[in-house]
Structure formats: structure tokens, C-alpha cells
């Protein structure tokens, strides 16, 4: 289990997730991950890439296949509630 509180169900996140967030350690994780994956995962764009966790189960000990590498629209798109919706009709129309 995660050693942070992610958010609550008003989607507010903890103090110390953030913290982490901001932290070296978080920021070594992420420059590791971008090493390792160049490219967004879900299009192929080398533009405005970041970091989605896949859970955060092991938040602050993360394991690299925990983290996926997402440009900045894919991962907009993963955290609302209409690029769900979208991404939903895309699969069917697929």
C-alpha cells in the first residue's frame, strides 16, 4: 500500500503526495523512467512528455512498469472525465 494519500474523494491531493511530487527522489524516478522511454506510450509524440503512475500502490517506492510515459494530452485525457468518455467512443468506433 502506498505510504501517501493519493486524494480524497473530492479530488484533492495530500500535502505529502505533492511534496513528493516536488521531491529528488521523484525527480530521479521520472528522469529514469524518461531514459528508459522516449516516446509516449499510448501515441508515439516526443512532444511535452510526463509521467502517469500506473497505481499508487508503491507510491515513493515505485517500480519503473508502475510508471508509464504520456505526452501532456494523453495524460490530460487520462485523468478527466471526458477524455474517458472519448477514449470509450474511440474504442468502438475502432
Given at each position: 500500500m502506498s505510504r501517501f494519500n493519493?486524494?480524497?474523494t473530492d479530488g484533492k491531493r495530500s500535502r505529502k503526495y505533492l511534496e513528493y511530487i516536488s521531491s529528488p527522489a521523484w525527480y530521479w524516478k521520472r528522469h529514469e523512467k524518461l531514459k528508459l522511454v522516449t516516446s509516449c506510450e499510448?501515441?508515439?509524440s516526443q512532444e511535452q512528455l510526463e509521467i502517469h503512475h500506473r497505481t499508487y500502490e508503491r507510491l515513493g517506492d515505485?517500480?519503473?512498469e508502475d510508471l508509464e510515459v504520456?505526452?501532456?494530452p494523453c495524460h490530460f485525457r487520462e485523468h478527466s472525465c471526458i477524455g474517458s468518455l472519448i477514449d470509450s467512443v474511440l474504442k468502438r468506433l475502432a
Open positions: 493519493v486524494g480524497s499510448r501515441c508515439g515505485e517500480r519503473m504520456c505526452c501532456n
